[in-house]
């Protein structure tokens, strides 16, 4: 039983990030937040890595609407997208399942908004 969501690209990983971002922004998700794992890890423990990224995607209508139903649902948002580059014009993107992830919460309301997001999420992997 997988807990995320994945594709593979055939291209590079600055068009990855390109076409995610418009993926997500045409099913109603913004960036909220960035992290450039690769940089991160170079400049905190001098490693180097492979260009990967997260990417902390929200829909503030449906986040408000988890929010309201269990307001600590907020340690699982936002909801994760990895962007990884496994070699060279070869990328994975790879996004949370947030079914699963929120299966943890006993709330059946707070299940179905959840299940829309992953058919938003999924439809952003599925399109790219």
């Known amino acids: 039983m997988s807990y995320y969501f994945r594709k593979l690209l055939n291209v590079g990983f600055d068009v990855a990030i390109a076409r995610v971002t418009q993926s997500l922004k045409d099913e109603g998700f913004g960036i909220i937040t960035e992290i450039d794992v690769t940089k991160t890890l170079k400049s905190k423990i001098g490693v180097e890595f492979r260009p990967y ?9 449906l986040a408000y609407e988890a929010l309201k139903l269990e307001d600590k649902v907020g340690t ?17 993107v790879a996004a949370i399942d947030p079914v699963k992830s929120m299966a943890a919460i006993d709330n059946p309301a707070l ?12 439809k952003v992997i599925q399109s790219l």
Do not use: D, F, T, Y
């Open 53 to 61: 990224r997260i990417l902390g995607a929200c829909n503030p209508g």
């Open 76 to 92: 699982m948002l936002p909801c994760n997208v990895v962007v990884q580059e496994l070699k060279p014009g070869q990328v994975e």
């Open 111 to 122: 299940l179905a908004e959840a299940q829309i997001v992953g058919e938003r999420l999924e």
